[in-house]
């Protein structure tokens, strides 16, 4: 917590006074030139702007009263980007493409450090626009306006960034490998922000605006454009806990928290794990060590298909009716994942509810199960939408590891359980979730992903709906009712979002 905090800045309404009188009489050295600042005066009032700008002049900064082209930083208080830009519009002021939308939170620190702070992505108030909108003076079309959140951007695998885009998701694995969670976040939205952007990166002047890129990821961008590579993203990849952590988390069942553990017990390589005989492993990790291979190897489109019929094949045996689709990345498009993942709903009341343990049963029984882990429902229907964006739902499910028959095989000849030379079966990870058919909708939204995706969606749904979403649905906390929805459309309604396909969902 900043320890001005801004109700440290709030001045009494006669203080205010004082100084809007003062303020007429008073010259104040100039110390930052390039900086002249405009304040929004809705929600923050006549007073406090005025007390906020002889603040500001009196620490050196430029301000202005009326908003001009020399204005390069607009600061509101309370207000959401859009909410500036109505109003800014509602007034008929414009402003250049050069200008900084931000937060007073960026404010009250350069006034607490006197001096201007760096803009970090907290600080930017995003604004969607239009940029063929009659704004006065009128945006130059080089402007790029992309909104902060992924759910308002269509994002497609056409990532024509993805020299930059990697090097981003590197950095987030390293800072979720050193346990920086903030800085994980950062460059998971950063690289996420520039997998939407419809052209190649090819000078800085296009990314100047765009937010949540702070100035360490422009200087990684800047890098890559200078020498088609990132010395600094290199050098960290080569530090021994990322490569150690590496290693550790590609076995399946090995988290964080087994890696740290790993790494503190002095191992640095999956041989070493390996060699050591009297380390315990759980069933899970011992399956991750015995087809290490087959899992690491992405899966096909064609084995997903191969699972997902299989799949249907069986549960319709049982349920006719039931829905079986096909989620995860592949649902979004990809060509390849690292699992398949399938949810199974029926819109007969109550008849999901044996799916899950008869298909395990069929798996085993025909020799197709390698491993699996079934999690019971922890539902409840009183329960409110969890606030965290990251929460795990509470349906029932199953992690399973199959024993998928390689495309010219028939399932009738992979019996035999050899792990050899010339096996007729691949190991292949499957998540499998049951859901109430009327969670259905907010199930398949979650799971069909991406990651990023589902937490802006999330960050998006409280922090510009007031309400709270989770894989099991939608509650608005102001009327104070669950929200139906029968399709992903619908939802995206209850949202107040353009409707965006799962192909556009890959943030
Ligand atoms: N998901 C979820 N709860 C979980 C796990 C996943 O809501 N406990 C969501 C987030 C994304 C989606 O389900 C699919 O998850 P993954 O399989 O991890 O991601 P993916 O996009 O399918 O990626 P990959 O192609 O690598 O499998
Ligand atoms: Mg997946």
Request: overall charge positive.
């Amino acid at each position: 917590m900043n320890p001005m905090s801004q109700s440290a800045l709030v001045p009494l309404r006669k203080k205010a006074k004082m100084v809007h009188i003062s303020q007429s009489f008073c010259q104040h050295h100039i110390k930052f030139k390039e900086i002249v600042l405009f304040l929004v005066e809705r929600k923050m009032g006549s007073s406090r702007r005025a007390f906020l700008m002889d603040l500001a002049r009196k620490r050196g900064f430029q301000t202005e009263i009326e908003l001009s082209d020399s204005v390069t930083h607009i600061v509101a208080e309370n207000n959401s980007g859009p909410e500036v830009l109505k109003w800014l519009q509602s007034k008929n002021l414009g402003f250049t493409d050069k200008t900084h939308i931000l937060d007073i939170s960026w404010f009250t620190e350069c006034m607490e450090a006197k001096h201007p702070v760096e803009i970090q992505n907290r600080h930017l108030l995003t604004v969607q626009q239009d940029c063929s909108a009659n704004f006065n003076p009128p945006l130059s079309s080089s402007c790029v306006q992309v909104s902060q959140y992924a759910c308002q951007r269509r994002t497609t695998l056409q990532d024509t960034n993805r020299i930059f885009t990697d090097a981003f998701d590197i950095l987030a694995e390293y800072f979720e490998f050193s346990e920086n969670k903030g800085r994980k976040v950062a460059f998971l939205r950063a690289s996420s922000l520039i997998k939407s952007l419809p052209f190649p990166i090819t000078a800085m002047k296009e990314v100047e605006r765009l937010p949540w890129l702070g100035d360490q990821m422009k200087a990684i961008i800047e890098e890559i454009l200078e020498e088609g590579k990132s010395y600094k993203v290199l050098e960290l990849m080569s530090e021994e806990r990322y490569k150690s952590f590496k290693q550790f988390t590609s076995v399946f069942g090995v988290g964080l928290k087994t890696s740290d553990k790993w790494y503190r017990m002095g191992f640095r390589t999956l041989e070493d794990i390996k060699n050591e005989k009297e380390l315990k492993l759980t069933k899970m990790q011992k399956c991750g060590f015995l087809y290490y291979e087959d899992i690491t190897s992405s899966v096909s489109w064609a084995e997903a298909e191969t699972t997902d019929q299989l799949i249907k094949s069986i549960v319709w045996k049982f349920v006719p009716d039931a829905v079986v689709t096909l989620t995860g990345g592949f649902r979004r498009g990809k060509k390849n994942g690292h699992d398949v993942d399938i949810i199974i709903t029926c819109p007969r009341k109550g008849k999901e509810k044996n799916i899950l343990h008869n298909t395990i049963s069929v798996l085993k029984n025909q020799g197709l199960l390698l491993f699996s882990d079934i999690i019971e429902s922890t539902f409840v229907e009183t329960k409110l939408p969890s606030k965290h964006v990251d929460a795990l739902d509470h349906f029932q499910k199953a992690f399973l590891i199959l024993k998928l028959p390689t495309q010219q095989t028939a399932i009738g000849d992979i019996i035999d359980p050899c792990g050899c030379e010339g096996r007729k079966w691949k190991a292949v990870r499957l998540d499998l979730v049951i859901t109430p058919y009327e969670q259905y909708s907010y199930a398949l939204l979650g799971w069909t992903g991406s990651r990023q995706f589902e937490r802006d969606l999330r960050r998006y749904t409280t922090h510009e709906r007031k309400m709270m979403l989770d894989n099991h649905g939608l509650y608005d906390k102001s009327k104070k009712v669950f929200l139906k929805a029968s399709n992903e459309e619908e939802i995206f309604e209850h949202l107040g979002l353009d409707y965006l396909e799962p192909w556009e969902r890959n943030a």
